[in-house]
């Protein structure tokens, strides 16, 4: 199986800030890479699909990139609703994995 | 606007079948991969598997022996089986539509609202 990493595991950060999360695959994985946003209590939403694709819906704040093992996603200013916890997944091979998750809360 | 409904058992005894269904509104079914996965308390998401809308299935190898996943294209529904339960399977179960755009690239883009699954004596 494809192991994702992401890190940090936890991030504290302020309104405004730019914040980068990253998720590292054990292998190459080219760019089949998707970012998704799970806020308590919901599922999980599509933000990023093939590492650097915005989901329709979803504000431009948010930007992914990487290819091959290495991948971040960045949002460029929080707002409130951002906080809520961050998962990568593959989607190169089967089965399917996702990282272990990010969660990001208000300083 | 496409929706996932899902129902099923909440609260199983060890050794017993989870069954869940998801029914699909508001959209086709076919040309699409239906998947579920599920998330332990406080833990993260576990790929399950999948079923396309002729029926090929994919699964997670550790639950492969025990996962059946089936679709009703008349009932624009799939459900998922998970035999021989134990506290380990204790998740919340999410069912989820799986997209592939035209370049090829695969991503959950629709999901169900979750089943709390707890399995206990």
């Known amino acids: 199986d494809i192991q994702m990493t992401q890190s940090p595991s936890s991030l504290s950060a302020s309104l405004g800030d730019r914040v980068t999360i990253t998720c590292r695959a054990s292998q190459r994985i080219t760019n089949y890479l998707n970012w998704y946003q799970q806020k308590p209590g919901k599922a999980p939403k599509v933000l990023i699909y093939s590492a650097s694709s915005l989901q329709s819906g979803v504000p431009s704040r948010f930007s992914g990139s990487g290819s091959g093992t290495d991948f971040t996603l960045t949002i460029s200013s929080l707002q409130a609703e951002d906080f809520a916890a961050y998962y990568c997944?593959?989607?190169?091979?089967?089965?399917?994995?996702f990282g272990q998750g990010t969660k990001l809360d208000i300083k | 606007q496409v929706q996932l409904q899902q129902w099923g058992a909440g609260l199983l005894k060890p050794s017993e079948t989870l069954s869940l269904t998801c029914a699909v509104y508001g959209g086709s079914f076919s040309g699409y991969y239906w998947s579920w996965i599920r998330q332990p308390p406080g833990k993260g998401l576990e790929w399950i598997g999948e079923?396309?809308?002729?029926?090929?299935?994919d699964y997670n190898p550790p639950l492969k022996s025990r996962v059946t996943i089936l679709a009703d294209t008349s009932k624009n529904q799939f459900s998922l089986k998970l035999t021989s339960v134990t506290a380990a399977d204790t998740a919340l179960y999410y069912c989820a539509r799986e997209v592939v755009t035209a370049t090829g690239y695969y991503y959950m883009d629709v999901w169900g609202k979750g089943t709390t699954v707890t399995v206990s004596s």
């Open positions: 079923i396309n809308h002729s029926g090929s299935t």
């Open positions: 997944q593959q989607s190169y091979g089967m089965p399917y994995t």
